[in-house]
C-alpha cells in the first residue's frame, strides 16, 4: 500500500503567483485532512472532509486559500494569490472515517517556497 | 488559546537513560490526546493514543487530568528513539490541535 501520497513534494513560486497541491488519500478512507506546518510548529488543521464534504474549514484562510474533494476521493488545495508568509509543508493526511478508533495516516508533504 | 504546550523543544538523554517528554493541555470538554513521533526523513505518524492504554516501542502515556497532562515515558532510551515527538489533541468536534514538538536525541 503507498500511503496517503502527495505531490509536488516541493514548489517554489513567487509571490502573487497561484499553487496547488494535490492528494491521494489511502483507498477507502472516506475523512481527509489538510494541514499547515510551519517552521519549528506542529501541524495546524485547516480543513477536514468527510467524503466529499468540507465539515471542518474554519482555520482555512478563505480570502485566498481554498479546497476541493470532488467525488470524495483526491482532493486538491489552492492559494490565490500567495503571499510570503504561505511558505511552510502542507501536510495531507487520511483516516477511515473521523471516529477516535481511526488512525490518520499523513502524507509526505508539500514544502512551498513563496519568494 | 494554545490547547497543547510542550514545553521542551530540545531534549537530549543518554542511551539506557529514562526520558520524559512533556505534554500538558488545555480544554475544557473531555479531550482524547495522543502522540505522534517523525523520524528522519520519515512521515508523521501516530505513536499512541490514551483510549488504547498501550505501550508502544517500550513508550507509555497517562492522561492525568487533574494536571492536565499527557507526559510521554520510556525507561530505557534507545537510539532509534531519536526522532520529533508531537503532542495531540482531539477535541470532542474532531478537531486536531498539535504541539509544538519536542526534538529527542538519544546520546549513544
Known amino acids: 500500500e503507498a500511503g496517503v501520497v502527495q505531490s509536488p513534494r516541493y514548489k517554489i513560486i513567487e509571490k502573487k503567483q497561484p499553487v496547488a497541491f494535490w492528494c491521494n488519500p489511502i483507498s477507502g478512507h472516506n475523512t481527509l485532512y489538510w494541514y499547515l506546518q510551519n517552521l519549528g510548529q506542529g501541524p495546524e488543521l485547516l480543513i477536514r472532509?468527510?467524503?466529499?464534504?468540507?465539515?471542518?474549514d474554519s482555520q482555512l484562510p478563505k480570502d485566498r486559500f481554498s479546497a476541493e474533494r470532488l467525488k470524495g476521493v483526491d482532493s486538491t488545495l489552492k492559494i490565490q494569490p500567495a503571499e510570503l508568509g504561505d511558505s511552510a509543508v502542507y501536510l495531507c493526511?487520511?483516516?477511515?472515517?473521523?471516529?477516535?478508533?481511526?488512525?490518520?495516516?499523513f502524507g509526505p508533504g508539500t514544502r512551498l517556497t513563496v519568494l | 488559546a494554545q490547547r497543547v504546550t510542550q514545553p521542551e523543544k530540545l531534549l537530549s538523554v543518554f542511551k539506557g537513560a529514562p526520558v520524559e517528554l512533556k505534554c500538558n493541555y488545555s480544554y475544557s470538554g473531555s479531550p482524547e490526546l495522543f502522540w505522534y513521533v517523525q523520524y528522519s526523513r520519515q512521515r508523521l505518524q501516530l505513536l499512541l493514543r490514551h483510549i488504547s492504554r498501550e505501550s508502544i516501542k517500550g513508550f507509555t502515556a497517562d492522561l492525568n487530568k487533574g494536571e492536565t497532562s499527557f507526559h510521554l515515558k520510556k525507561p530505557f532510551a534507545q537510539e532509534e528513539d531519536s526522532a520529533m515527538y508531537y503532542c495531540a489533541l482531539r477535541s470532542t468536534g474532531n478537531q486536531f490541535y498539535f504541539g509544538t514538538g519536542t526534538s529527542l536525541t538519544v546520546i549513544p
Open positions: 493526511a487520511s483516516s477511515r472515517s473521523a471516529s477516535s478508533y481511526n488512525e490518520q495516516f
Open positions: 472532509y468527510e467524503n466529499e464534504e468540507a465539515v471542518d
